[in-house]
């Protein structure tokens, strides 16, 4: 007798994502920057692994805030390491507070372009 191989249902699709959700996660990304200012920039890595995880599938409103917000953090590395290899020039420190200002200018550029549903010009600019 021959067996009968039965195969087990797929999976249903998974539910599109809300819009809110996506806004409710880009504001968070956008204040764990601006907490990070304070926190040693600590709270700048987990902005980024949120914002990374929720990229793909996101409506371009939210792809175009999330891309933002992962070049704010690598535009932020190079600040820092340009900051740490001139840091004995006597110069790294100027460098870190201009990074400093200018990731906090660019976390609450970004907030308020959320908040007012318009998507950033260019987020993989270095500009704002």
């Known amino acids: 007798m021959a067996e009968t191989q039965t195969t087990p249902p797929a999976a249903p699709p998974p539910e599109p ?31 980024l692994i949120l914002a990374l995880v929720r990229k793909e599938g996101a409506s371009p409103l939210y792809d175009n805030h999330y891309t933002y917000q992962i070049f704010t953090v690598v535009w932020g ?20 507070f201009i990074g ?20 950033n010009p260019d987020p993989r600019t270095f500009l704002f």
């Open 100 to 119: 400093w200002l200018w990731f906090i200018a660019r976390a609450i550029i970004g907030l308020i372009r959320l908040m007012d549903g318009k998507p």
């Open 17 to 47: 994502r809300s819009e809110d959700s996506d806004r409710t996660l880009a504001m968070v990304v956008y204040g764990l920057y601006i907490i990070a200012i304070f926190t040693g920039m600590a709270a700048s890595i987990v902005g």
């Open 77 to 96: 590395l190079v600040f820092f390491v340009v900051g740490l290899l001139t840091f004995w020039f006597l110069v790294g420190f100027l460098v870190w």
